[in-house]
């Protein structure tokens, strides 16, 4: 009813009644019913419910409770047709009501409802920057925070880590519009180092360097575990001369790390300040201290970054380990892991129990166990960009699949909901398990690319062809080519032999967004 309403709103469409009866009160609702209260009043109305029967049936459409709908059925259309309405009107407007309780709300819920999404859709769309460091201030949990940076990434709108001379405690808003990561949510970062940084900065200025910033900070509340925590985090990196690597860094027969002769420089400098303000001879100048030399070493591996990373922040804030499979995610029938949370968490499931999943994520956390009978076991939980879930795996499927049972590897996962044995519960049973990058090659049975005739270029043909040369396998390659102006198609795929889906080709097709992909898969 939406677009019958929008249309009765804007005049395209004539405001009709099934009873003329019913005008009082829908009346400013164009006809259609869409409050809970217009309910209450029309089975009143209608059918002399009394002020307590309608009131059972708001609650029996708010609750969904089907068997009290069922029987105040009954009773509203015995009421109605006592009362001289027409059977099959009143039919179908019980129907219009069943399929109402769907979504129904009383009018004060739905006014404050309308009123708070006004606002924000308002704060969201001229705001979007000042209006996301808001949410993600007040997210809470970790699972959230990362749901709200996705959809950041989404919007196009973009979200920085923390860096020194940006973040202040929680999410804000810098000057260039990017959302900066607050220091006040780092891992072994006190409020009063965070507060200490911050009053330092406003007082005199941005950090230029990590030996200014050592000669300036207080050092009692900004300590060695607090430096090391914003250097894993990232806030260092707009000090370009040092990569996070080299704070760590301990050179064969040296006895300290990088960050250690930073912290040590940075006494001496304190030293020497208080030390020229408290003697006789105050005004004499003290030797300049020379910052030491940090060693060069090679920066960190992508995974080390990113796991030093989610170790103070509790996500990745550099990229993600998944990164490398958005090709798979977005065409191998993947359900994202906070779609699958919200079913697992719904009663849908009993409707439709038998559905397969296909899911796909890093190894956060696994663990190898024993019942107290002693069967072994395994419970993990993968991770993607949208949340995490746990799985269990027992007797011969732990046996097939514990070696997958490991920190730090991209799975794929299919399976399906089952009931549990002589309960009303469902579990989700695992089917199969692979590594997420063998997919590719294991699964695609045909690659169809779909291109405008006006749009082909030689580069492109020159490519597939090198591509299917160089990658023989069994898959087939399907090229659909369309002219739109005048719908004429043509087809084209290999017949002798096929070839084998690559991380050439992924990347090829990631690059040229013109190409619209399909994947059919085993």
């Not at 990113?306 to 380990?321: A, Q, Y």
């Not at 990164?323 to 699958?340: A, Q, R, V």
């Amino acid at each position: 009813y939406i677009p019958d309403y929008i249309d009765r709103k804007h005049g395209r469409e004539k405001i009709a009644y099934d009873l003329p009866e019913m005008e009082e009160y829908l009346n400013e609702t164009y006809g259609i019913t869409v409050y809970q209260e217009q309910v209450m009043l029309l089975a009143q109305k209608l059918a002399g419910f009394s002020k307590g029967d309608a009131d059972v049936l708001r609650k029996a459409m708010g609750k969904k409770q089907k068997a009290v709908l069922d029987k105040m059925k009954a009773q509203f259309i015995a009421g109605a047709t006592k009362n001289g309405h027409p059977a099959d009107k009143l039919e179908k407007i019980w129907l219009d009501w069943e399929a109402f309780a769907q979504y129904a709300f009383n009018k004060s819920h739905s006014t404050c409802y309308a009123f708070v999404a006004y606002q924000t859709a308002y704060l969201k769309a001229h705001y979007p920057a000042e209006y996301m460091a808001a949410v993600l201030n007040n997210a809470g949990s970790i699972d959230k925070i990362t749901f709200f940076l996705e959809e950041c990434k989404r919007m196009g709108q973009k979200a920085l880590g923390p860096d020194i001379n940006e973040s202040r405690k929680g999410f804000s808003v810098n000057s260039k519009g990017e959302i900066r990561f607050g220091l006040g949510g780092l891992k072994g970062v006190g409020e009063a180092a965070v507060e200490s940084i911050i009053e330092e900065r406003e007082k005199n200025d941005a950090f230029s360097s990590i030996f200014d910033l050592i000669q300036r900070i207080n050092q009692r509340t900004v300590n060695k575990k607090t430096l090391e925590s914003l250097v894993y985090a990232g806030a260092f990196d707009c000090f370009k001369e040092l990569c996070r690597a080299q704070y760590f860094y301990m050179p064969p027969g040296d006895n300290s790390t990088g960050l250690e002769k930073i912290i040590k420089f940075g006494n001496m400098c304190q030293l020497n300040a208080s030390g020229s303000t408290n003697t006789l001879f105050g005004d004499l100048e003290m030797p300049v201290i020379v910052p030491p030399k940090i060693p060069v070493c090679e920066e960190w591996p992508l995974t080390e970054l990113l796991d030093h990373e989610k170790e103070v922040t509790g996500m990745f804030m550099s990229g993600h380990p998944l990164d490398h499979f958005k090709f798979e995610i977005n065409h191998y029938g993947i359900t994202t892991l906070g779609e699958f949370n919200e079913i697992k968490d719904t009663l849908s499931l009993q409707t439709n129990p038998g559905r397969s999943f296909r899911l796909a994520g890093l190894v956060v956390e696994a663990q190898h166990r024993v019942t107290r009978t002693g069967r072994q076991f395994g419970s993990f939980y993968i991770e993607d960009y949208t949340g995490k879930s746990e799985f269990v795996l027992w007797k011969d499927d732990y046996t097939r699949y514990a070696h997958y049972l490991e920190k730090g590897k991209n799975l794929f996962i299919t399976g399906a909901f089952k009931q549990r044995y002589e309960k009303s519960e469902f579990e989700f049973r695992i089917d199969r398990v692979i590594l997420l990058e063998s997919i590719k090659q294991n699964l695609t049975k045909q690659l169809v690319l779909e291109m405008e005739a006006k749009d082909l270029k030689e580069e492109w043909i020159e490519f597939i062809k090198q591509n299917v040369k160089t990658h023989p396998g069994k898959s087939q390659l399907r090229l659909n080519i369309r002219d739109s102006r005048t719908n004429w198609r043509v087809g084209l795929y290999t017949s002798n032999g096929g070839f084998e889906m690559n991380d050439e080709m992924a990347a090829w097709l990631y690059n040229n967004a013109d190409i619209e992909t399909q994947v059919l898969t085993i």
